[in-house]
């Protein structure tokens, strides 16, 4: 099958990467205002290294954010402002309690892995087709990994 024929059916896959980049992006944005929002909020001596740790991930995912922009770009897609942003991550949301530190890392393994399930979808959509998108997904999606595994390590000395 040509890549014209392919694009008369569903969208052309192309367009299906600019797509999961897109909202791959949108993610990351959202992670990075979470990040920042519940890092900032917690109190009290237990939330330290769980705020020390998100302060140092608002850059590494602002990182990520700004490679998929550059991704969408270099594959002939434009960056959405902001009116195009969709918020997704309840259990993100700042708790009502200050110092509920449990709150925050469960919502904050929520993040890494939806990231890694878009981040897996995205290297199965590009494999034989884009192999460039494919290697920055690959990337980003051992970085979250490595997120996870951190805040699964903290869940498991917190909720000890
Ligand atoms: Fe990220
Ligand atoms: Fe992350």
């Known amino acids: 099958m ?32 979470n990040y920042i929002a519940v890092s900032t909020n917690l109190d009290g001596v237990d939330a330290e290294p769980i705020k020390k740790a998100l302060q140092g991930d608002v850059a590494e995912e602002l990182g990520h ?14 960056v959405p402002g902001s009116m195009a942003f969709k918020p ?14 449990v709150a925050v890392i469960k919502g904050v393994i929520d993040a890494e892995e939806d990231g890694i399930a ?31 595994r951190e805040f699964k390590g903290f869940l498991k000395q917190y909720t000890r």
């Open 88 to 101: 997704v991550q309840k259990s993100l949301q700042p708790p009502k309690d200050s110092t509920d530190v």
């Open 65 to 78: 954010a700004q490679q998929l922009a550059n991704r969408i770009r270099v594959l002939g897609g434009s």
């Open 118 to 148: 878009g981040y897996n979808k995205l290297i199965r959509l590009c494999d034989g087709v884009d192999f460039g998108t494919q290697d920055m997904c690959i990337a980003l999606l051992t970085d979250e990994e490595n997120h996870r």
């Open 2 to 33: 040509s890549a014209k024929t392919k694009k008369k059916g569903k969208m052309a896959i192309q367009d299906q990467i600019i797509a999961g980049l897109t909202d791959a992006y949108w993610k990351e944005i959202e992670t990075v205002q």
